[in-house]
């Protein structure tokens, strides 16, 4: 059973998880306070842009008309950064190709949500009850009850952590919501990098009996991070605040005026 101060803050997200633990500060200016971003960083609108050529592009656009409707709202330096970081769309896609021709696909998951409720019984996303929620990027669901999901990102590799660790609410998510599924398949697709990384696969019972009480864990670690208010925690994350402008704390490490001691005795 959760606790009270995770529940007030349901329903809970990779994301949000993510940010109670980095900064509880940018936790309420977001999600306490409901402020709108009052900037959003070059690398967040170009990182979406990217994500919704390939969702159209998947869903059966061309590439060209995919990649012009995602860039037209880009700046022109944000623009020439998505169209480095585009060409990599091709060769993923052609991969993709090859591994469904492979494989006896039933089902494919594109921008597909997924909810669950407090006792990881499935939901609808939006419902009052939901606890945990995540937009799964893309899965292939198999015709022998095997499912991959992967996850698109264009940002750098976080040093040390697992792709399981990154991955583990899609896997929990996913295992309620397709409960004949035997084999989970996880893995990221470095854009950046035109790389697919896969995890070795994960049974149902991995998901049951270790990640879905990590995940619940750390819905809890992030709910205590946030329940004495909105305590800073400045670090090199401070640069991609969207809400840096607005918070005394990067004002200080921003504008902090440089002192100056003059030892010449002169
Ligand atoms: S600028 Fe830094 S300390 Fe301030 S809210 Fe953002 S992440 Fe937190």
Redesign the pocket.
């Known amino acids: 059973m959760p606790s009270t101060r995770a529940l007030i803050h349901a329903p809970w997200s990779a994301s949000k998880v993510a940010m109670a633990l980095?900064?509880?500060?940018?936790f309420h200016?977001r999600y306490v306070d409901k402020i709108r971003e009052p900037e959003v960083m070059p690398e967040a609108k170009i990182g979406k842009a990217i994500h919704k050529a390939l969702e159209s592009h998947l869903m059966g656009a061309t590439l060209t008309e995919a990649c012009d409707t995602a860039r037209a709202d880009l700046d022109e330096t944000e623009q020439l950064r998505f169209d480095a970081l585009g060409t990599g769309i091709p060769a993923f896609m052609s991969r993709l190709g090859q591994f469904r021709k492979r494989r006896r696909v039933a089902r494919q998951l594109v921008e597909y949500s997924l909810a669950v409720r407090e006792d990881l019984t499935v939901t609808q996303f939006y419902s009052g009850d939901a606890y945990y929620r995540g937009v799964l990027d893309l899965g292939y669901l198999f015709e022998d009850d095997s499912i991959a999901l992967l996850d698109h990102k264009t940002g750098v590799r976080i040093p040390g952590s697992s792709i399981t660790d990154q991955l583990e609410g899609y896997a929990v998510l996913s295992a309620a919501a397709f409960r004949h599924v035997r084999t989970f398949w996880l893995g990221i697709h470095w854009v950046a990098e035109r790389a697919v990384e896969w995890a070795p696969s994960i049974a149902p019972e991995t998901i049951h009996d270790r990640l879905a009480p990590t995940l619940l864990d750390n819905i809890e670690a992030a709910a205590l991070a946030v329940s004495d208010g909105?305590r800073?925690?400045?670090?090199t994350?401070?640069d991609r605040?969207?809400?840096?402008g607005m918070?005394?704390?990067?004002r200080e490490?921003r504008y902090e005026p440089v002192e100056w001691y003059d030892d010449d005795e002169d």
């Open positions: 980095r900064c509880p500060r940018l200016f909105p800073t925690n400045t670090g994350w401070c605040c969207s809400y840096r918070c005394p704390a990067s490490l």
